[in-house]
């Protein structure tokens, strides 16, 4: 179907999309997850984090511009890479893949929207539980105790709109009510009952 798709591996911190490149066409995640940002005034401001199944590069293609982000892969990544021209063709031709993008792009504006709201009405530590959530819950085979996140706290952070040391402030409490924990060098959600309450604003234990 795509005579010119190619099948690309990025090492782990290999950013294989800068901001500005001129649009080649897109990239399928099959395996790994990337860090999908912008840098404005020497200022990283993180917008989402692809995992398989997403898309990247779907607003350039429909602006018709040059890339408006940059992509790096927080671990080894697998992707299929669609070039522009068979892209075009796909979803002239296939009404499942113009509802897929559809989706994805709606997907995207109501995260935003989201942010928008959670930043104005809730807590830093409050946004961080409500975070950890969401990243947990992409993970078709997540459970409901030792859900890691594969998320640096620094990456976390910026999201969030917050310093590094006082995220690292967030999380040791967190940690001392057993509500996450670190293994192996990564965040691991304990609690998600009592996670939720904190994203939510109903936090017994504060």
Not at 49 to 54: L, T
Not at 81 to 94: G, R
Not at 116 to 141: G, T
Not at 168 to 190: E, P, R
Request: glycine share 2%; aromatic share 8%; hydrophobic share 40%.
């Amino acid at each position: 179907m795509f005579p010119n798709k190619q099948f690309r591996q990025f090492n782990k911190s290999e950013m294989f999309v800068r901001q500005n490149d001129s649009f080649q066409g897109v990239f399928c995640i099959q395996e790994g997850v990337v860090k999908v940002s912008t840098s404005r005034n020497n200022k990283e401001f993180i917008l989402w984090f692809a995992r398989p199944g997403d898309i990247i590069g779907i607003n350039s293609f429909l602006n018709n511009e040059n890339y408006s982000f940059n992509a790096l892969a927080v671990e080894p990544v697998n992707a299929c890479f669609i070039p522009t021209s068979d892209f075009n063709e796909l979803i002239n031709k296939d009404p499942v893949v113009s509802k897929k993008i559809m989706k994805d792009m709606c997907d995207k504006i109501n995260f935003i929207e989201n942010r928008i709201s959670s930043i104005s009405r809730k807590r830093i530590r409050e946004q961080f539980a409500e975070m950890l959530i969401s990243m947990a819950m992409k993970n078709k085979n997540a459970a409901t105790v030792n859900m890691p996140i594969n998320c640096s706290i620094k990456d976390m952070a910026n999201i969030i709109g917050t310093t590094k040391s006082y995220l690292c402030k967030i999380i040791s409490d967190f940690n001392s009510k057993k509500v996450v924990a670190m293994h192996n060098k990564k965040l691991v959600i304990k609690d998600l009952d009592k996670l939720s309450l904190i994203a939510i604003g109903d936090d017994p234990l504060n």
